[in-house]
């Protein structure tokens, strides 16, 4: 049984050992992920901005924008009073007051209004009325430029020299605070009178905070209702919980994990969010395996659970061990494909991934089986609910680990009585969920992942409504030339469709920005894209780079299709090589990869559906943008294959071990299914429930991700595990094993057996 066998030895020589340890463990990785090493922790150590490509025309503007910005100058604060009568005393003198408040606040160089500055000259609002849109650089000009197209809002603007080192968000804070009791004292006479106050710092606090609440909520809810499942499947508390050991380890162990990565890779803040969820899924999976085959060996081998438990954990990581480390293994393979891809935020997800799905493994080959040997005794026994009257006759059924016929065997051997039926069936219902994929739009979000009503978000949406030409342009058109070079080739962008207006140029750092505004109100939507491919098809005197929300899409995008070509080869032979060295097939591994990708595109046809036509939205608690973000798809794809390899791997292990045992094909294929079908099943329930608990959160890159990978175990665990999988290898029969005869010998010198 080799070196998986000595392992179990090991442990149980010192089981109570292998569990402080890992208490102790379990507590440094949350300290370390939490507070850091110099009180910095996760959350404060990772970042938030575009998802930019090393070397691509928007990197290039981007960096330009970032080496030429003067230092000497902090971020800056806005406040967006809407919904006010512009002549109300009251409100002048309300916004006077809040101005003078701000002005006192260390650092603050200016607090414009159109009101007056402070410090500055005092404006005149009526001036400034008769001055909008003169475009002259007077204080009436200048007041008029802070006041709304609609003439009932206008903005409190408020400069800042350089922080330094300091972190501004608290000063930030301050100033809304200050704006929101203006704004108060306005309401007496204005009742509907609002205010929205954004900034960089703001932003990347509320996106932190919404992922931390997220990830809070996941976890209280999937957890709690993991329990509840494993508690039927196991019939007690204790054999349920074990596997909660290994997922709270896991947990903290994945959090340090990506605390030590975010000092080698840039992670974005939802790589925390969503590598945790496959970190927390994929511990109770391997979990659930683990307790499962130690009852089942316990019973097998029968008499004193105290002299059984020894062979039994012997035996247990001889097989369901090394169950979860080649799963393990293909599941890393799968996710690491991440690192294949250019832009930055994939390496960070996809190296996270790959360290969170190493600790889940390490945790279900150490901790469950130590504390699986130390309550083997009671594990043995039926627990309180199995003599409860009403519960009997359920865990007798969902618990029973010691048949080879029940549910599952008659399932498989009801589809292998009707395999063509099945096939065609499930292909048909796989095709047809795949169908929305064909009009599928990918996105990057930015402020829109955000909740509906985040006063950041509602910010940005009533800015570009109210203050069409104060806000950023779409498209930034930088060179290091001089702007009088491009007039002819700034008349061409003109004309290209979509184009409203070409901003002055902005001489930053001896070099030259120009802003292309466009005649849209979605700075990523199709319209700006094309005109983003539009402009960088016409052919400059000297050299441009084109920048902006839509040409980082664009450039984000070419990455990931460069990317997926490679990794999806090497997640290709891996698989072929992988499954061969577990079956001894040629034909097994080429079946899966085809059945995966079918599933696959069902999963993404249906977010699609969901996310990107906008249904459920209310069900569901989101917004559609029109498309699905970009990385997302690519998460899904990555994680979502490799689960459903978890989920072969637990079948073909069964399966194979049957064959092996000399079974017949079909007779391997049922008993396989009734062994693992339970196990199957119920990691699918759990890890749906995982995935669905974070489906709750806010962000909605993580709504689209838990939906997402929810509704791609769910599939997998039915219609292709349960269905489609047994009808296929009853279709094939003894073809399921062949391979070529120097295949053949190769697998019998270096072939994995159970």
Same mark, same amino acid.
């Not at 970032?66 to 800056?76: I, L």
């Not at 954990?313 to 250019?342: C, H, K, N, P, Y």
């Not at 970009?630 to 990555?638: D, E, G, N, Q």
């Given at each position: ?29 949350y300290a370390l992920a939490t507070i850091g090493v110099n009180g ?6 990772? *970042? ?35 919904? !006010? ?22 650092? !603050? ?158 992670? +974005? ?10 970190? #927390? ?97 009671? #594990? ?56 929305? !994929? ?7 979000? +930015? ?34 030339? +001089? ?15 979509? =184009? ?18 466009? +005649? ?50 090497l997640v290709v032979v891996a698989t072929l090589v992988l499954l ?7 034909? !097994? ?20 559906w969901i996310f990107g036509e906008g249904h459920l939205e209310g ?5 559609? *943008? ?60 759990? #890890? =749906? ?66």
């Amino acid at each position: 049984m080799g070196g998986f066998a000595r392992v179990g030895r090991l442990i149980a020589r010192a089981p109570r050992l292998v569990v402080v340890l890992a208490v102790v463990g379990t507590l440094g990785f949350y300290a370390l992920a939490t507070i850091g090493v110099n009180g910095e922790g996760l959350f404060q150590r990772v *970042t938030t901005g575009p998802p930019l490509v090393d070397g691509s025309d928007s990197w290039e503007v981007y960096e330009a924008f970032e080496r030429t910005s003067d230092s000497s100058v902090g971020p800056g604060v806005t406040s967006y009073v809407m919904n !006010v009568a512009m002549d109300d005393a009251a409100v002048a003198s309300a916004v006077e007051e809040a101005s003078a408040r701000i002005a006192e606040i260390d650092g !603050v160089t200016m607090v414009s209004s159109p009101f007056g500055a402070v410090p500055g000259p005092a404006f005149d609002p009526a001036a400034a009325s008769s001055a909008r849109g003169d475009g002259d650089t007077d204080p009436a000009a200048q007041a008029a430029a802070l006041v709304d197209a609609d003439g009932t809002g206008f903005l409190i603007d408020v400069g800042f020299t350089s922080f330094g080192d300091e972190d501004p968000l608290e000063t930030h804070q301050d100033v809304a605070a200050i704006v929101a009791d203006g704004v108060d004292e306005m309401r007496a006479s204005n009742p509907d009178v609002t205010v929205a106050t954004s900034s960089n710092p703001l932003v990347f606090e509320d996106f932190t905070g919404q992922l931390e609440d997220d990830l809070l909520t996941g976890e209280m809810i999937a957890l709690p209702a993991a329990l509840v499942v494993m508690v039927f499947v196991f019939g007690g508390f204790l054999a349920a919980a074990t596997p909660l050991t290994g997922a709270i380890a896991s947990i903290a162990g994945g959090l340090a994990v990506l605390y030590g990565f975010s000092f080698l890779l840039d992670l +974005d803040q939802s790589a925390v969010n969503v590598v945790s969820v496959l970190g #927390i899924g994929l511990s109770i999976d391997y979990g659930l395996l683990i307790v499962s085959r130690f009852r089942e060996e316990l019973h097998r081998i029968g008499g004193d659970p105290r002299e059984a438990r020894d062979k039994a954990i012997e035996l247990t990581m001889a097989t369901a061990g090394r169950t979860v480390t080649f799963s393990g293994i293909v599941v890393a393979i799968s996710v690491g494909g991440l690192l294949l891809f250019d832009p930055v935020i994939m390496e960070g997800i996809g190296g996270a991934a790959v360290g969170v799905v190493t600790t889940a493994m390490v945790a279900a080959l150490t901790i469950v089986p130590a504390v699986l040997y130390l309550l083997a005794p009671r #594990i043995a026994k039926p627990g309180l609910l199995a003599r409860v009257p009403g519960f009997r006759r359920i865990l007798v059924t969902t618990s029973n680990v010691d048949r080879e016929e029940g549910a599952f065997s008659r399932l498989a051997a009801w589809g292998q009585r009707r395999p063509w039926l099945v096939v065609i069936a499930s292909v048909g219902l796989l095709l047809a969920l795949a169908s929305p !994929v064909l009009g599928i739009t990918l996105r990057n979000s +930015d402020i829109e992942a955000l909740p509906a009503d985040n006063e950041r978000r509602e910010f940005v949406t009533a800015f570009r409504e109210g203050f069409p030409d104060l806000g950023e342009p779409a498209i930034w058109i930088h060179t290091l030339s +001089d702007a009088g070079e491009l007039d002819g080739y700034l008349d061409q962008v003109a004309a290209v469709d979509g =184009v409203r207006a070409i901003d002055a140029p902005l001489v930053q750092g001896g070099e030259t920005f120009i802003g292309v505004r466009l +005649d849209v109100t979605d700075p990523s939507g199709p319209e700006a894209v094309a005109a983003v491919e539009d402009i960088r098809a016409l052919e400059a005197p000297v050299e441009v780079h084109v920048g902006g929300v839509a040409a980082t899409q664009i450039d984000f995008l070419d990455a990931i299709i460069e990317g997926a070509l490679l990794a999806g080869a090497l997640v290709v032979v891996a698989t072929l090589v992988l499954l061969f060295l577990m079956t001894g097939s040629l034909l !097994v591994p080429v079946k899966t990869l085809l059945i995966n990708s079918l599933s696959l595109a069902a999963t993404l046809g249906v977010v699609t559906w969901i996310f990107g036509e906008g249904h459920l939205e209310g069900t569901l608690g989101f917004s559609s *943008t029109g498309g699905i973000e970009t990385y997302v798809a690519v998460i899904i794809a990555a994680f979502g294959f490799g689960l459903a390899m978890d989920y072969e791997v637990f079948l073909l292990a069964r399966v194979k071990e049957y064959v092996d045992a000399g079974e017949d094909n079909d007779a391997a294929v049922r008993k396989g299914l009734q062994r693992s079908g339970r196990i199957i099943t119920s990691a699918a329930a759990v #890890i =749906v429930l995982v995935f669905l608990g974070f489906a709750l959160g806010e962000l909605l890159m993580i709504k689209e991700v838990g939906v997402g990978l929810a509704f791609a175990v769910l599939l997998d665990a039915t219609v292709v595990r349960m269905f489609l999988v047994p009808a296929t290898m009853t279709l094939l029969g003894d073809w399921n094993w062949w391979a070529p005869g120097p295949l053949r010998r190769l697998h019998a010198r270096i072939g994995v057996r159970h």
